[in-house]
């Protein structure tokens, strides 16, 4: 099982970018799926989490106002909008499905995690 990442690239500060992520091998419209991030030296942090249906979001403070997450579960697929972004922001970006479908609680923790993909990676300048 893959989730692949793709839509990343070099931006300027205060430019915006789209993330997708479409799995292959199987579907994940039951799970809650998430986006972290992992920039050189640092763990990996969470950013946002979307539910299963779509209809709640969970974003990091760091974000919070500028990303937007969302999924079109007739294709499989997720999407994570990121406005205003800023050279903080730049890091190789993983989307990841969680451990159990139909779960309500979104996690911000990486071992709630169980399927990960290779990640897109996001640069931004100053």
């Known amino acids: 099982v893959q989730l692949q990442a793709s839509g990343g690239g070099l931006v300027q500060a205060g430019g915006s970018l789209r993330l997708s992520c479409a799995p292959s091998g199987r579907t994940f419209s039951r799970y809650a799926m998430g986006w972290f991030r992992q920039a050189p030296r640092k763990e990996r942090e969470f950013v946002a989490a979307?539910?299963?249906?779509?209809?709640?979001?969970y974003f990091a403070d760091s974000v919070k106002g500028r990303f937007t997450i969302s999924r079109d579960n007739a294709k499989n697929t997720v999407y994570l909008q990121m406005n205003s972004l800023k050279p903080e922001d730049t890091a190789l970006y993983y989307c990841?499905?969680?451990?159990?479908?139909?779960?309500?609680?979104?996690?911000?923790?990486?071992?709630?995690?169980?399927?990960w993909g290779q990640g897109t990676q996001v640069t931004v300048s100053s």
């Open positions: 979307i539910d299963w249906s779509g209809q709640t979001t």
């Open positions: 990841a499905a969680d451990r159990v479908p139909f779960r309500n609680l979104l996690s911000p923790t990486v071992n709630e995690y169980g399927f």
